[in-house]
């Protein structure tokens, strides 16, 4: 393993071990049913062990010295409603005082899930707060569960609360003037770009592999064509990349349309909201990224914050669903986002080879829509 000295800026972590306390449950995946004829019943993949990993690589693996830790606040409920409806918030209160609630497929609010949802979302706040108190430039918030499907009004994807949406909020009530979301986690980031659909204020950026609908919590197609509405149009991008894209593609994407739309809106706050489920090996994605892909990642997002923020990026996690693959690929993010000069570890799976030609030809296609449709992009 290659040593790197250590940056001037360490990533400041921010957890709580009492998100683990949110029980998923098992069944055929995501479903909590027992068809009644198989001997072993999968965890939903959303289940504490993914973190655990995630948590152990961070403490314990090679990157280990580039990481300062800080424990996460519960989010009180008057901060939910930046972002989210009274009624929502009630509803998920009820839910709680009922004993649990499935409230959407694959999403199961059970006893001790609102205690984690709240932590998760405090979790995130006070890691934005770091950074807006000018504690730390780059920071951390490895929560569950996680949030960028929950829309202001109700619930989706495993998702109850926001967290990414709410520190968004967060920024601009405390004096940034715009925010970059980029979101990478293999599903459209469909609850975060619906809570800033209509506002000028917050560039949402989300690459997903190509998925659609999947029902009434799900509503967005995540399609080209969404794109925001009143002082928000042109200021949702959603990139649907085709299954397969590869890390040559992904940075392929990232280098032709998030990095010159994110430098020509010139935000003040980046926010990148994560997810290992875009891997190679993960049960929920189909876009083969390894550990190399996601450190390139990581290199493109740093050196945007760099240019544009004064070096402030809040990172975010959501998906990753492999206990192994993910925790490995949220280390390589990481040296991606520190600018490392070396990789720390080295991949220890073999993965898939590329041919990223039909994935140029989507992105390509992408580029000229968005820049014959976007107004802040005409021209670029």
């Known amino acids: 393993m290659a040593t790197s000295p250590t940056p001037m800026d360490p990533i400041d972590v921010f957890w ?124 951390y918030a490895l929560v569950r569960p996680p949030g960028h499907h929950a829309q202001p009004t109700q619930a989706d994807g495993y998702c109850f609360l926001n967290n990414a949406g709410l520190a968004v909020q967060l920024a601009l009530d405390s004096g940034c003037q715009k925010v ?26 989300s690459l997903h592999m190509n998925h659609g609908t999947w029902g009434p919590s799900h509503p967005q197609n995540g399609s080209v064509d969404e794109v925001g509405e009143g002082e928000g149009f042109g200021y949702n991008m959603n990139i649907p990349l085709p299954n397969g894209t590869g890390d040559r593609g992904y940075v392929y994407a990232m280098t032709e349309l998030v990095l010159p739309a994110v430098e020509k ?37 740093r050196s945007l914050a760099n240019r544009l923020t004064g070096g402030r990026l809040l990172i975010v996690q959501e998906g990753g669903y492999n206990v192994t693959y993910s925790a490995y690929c949220l280390h390589a993010m990481l040296e991606g986002a520190l600018n490392l000069s070396c990789p720390l570890l080295s991949d220890p799976i073999a993965y898939y080879p590329e041919d990223e030609a039909f994935s140029v030809k989507v992105i390509e296609s992408i580029k000229q829509y968005q820049q014959d449709t976007l107004p802040f992009l005409k021209g670029a």
């Open 16 to 139: 709580h071990e009492r998100m683990l306390k949110h029980e998923t449950g098992t069944g055929v995946f995501d479903s909590g049913m027992d068809p009644g004829f198989l001997d072993v019943l999968e965890k939903h993949p959303e289940n504490s062990d993914r973190v655990k990993n995630m948590l152990s690589i961070l403490k314990r693996g090679p990157i280990s010295p580039y990481i300062s830790w800080h424990s996460g606040t519960p989010a009180l409920v008057p901060q939910l409603l930046s972002f989210h409806t009274q009624e929502y918030i009630n509803e998920l209160i009820e839910a709680d005082r009922n004993g649990g609630k499935m409230l959407c497929t694959g999403t199961f609010l059970n006893p001790g899930s609102w205690d984690a949802a709240l932590l998760a979302a405090g979790t995130t706040l006070s890691a934005m707060k770091h950074i807006l108190d000018g504690c730390g430039k780059i920071a």
């Open 180 to 205: 970059a979301v980029i979101d990478i986690d293999v599903h459209y980031g469909n609850g975060t770009a619906e809570g800033f659909y209509r506002s000028n204020k917050v560039l949402t950026i």
């Open 265 to 301: 809106f010139e935000p003040d706050m980046i926010v990148w909201v994560v997810g290992q489920d875009s891997s190679a090996f993960d049960p929920n994605g189909r876009q083969c990224l390894t550990m190399n892909g996601y450190r390139e990642i990581g290199q493109i997002v």
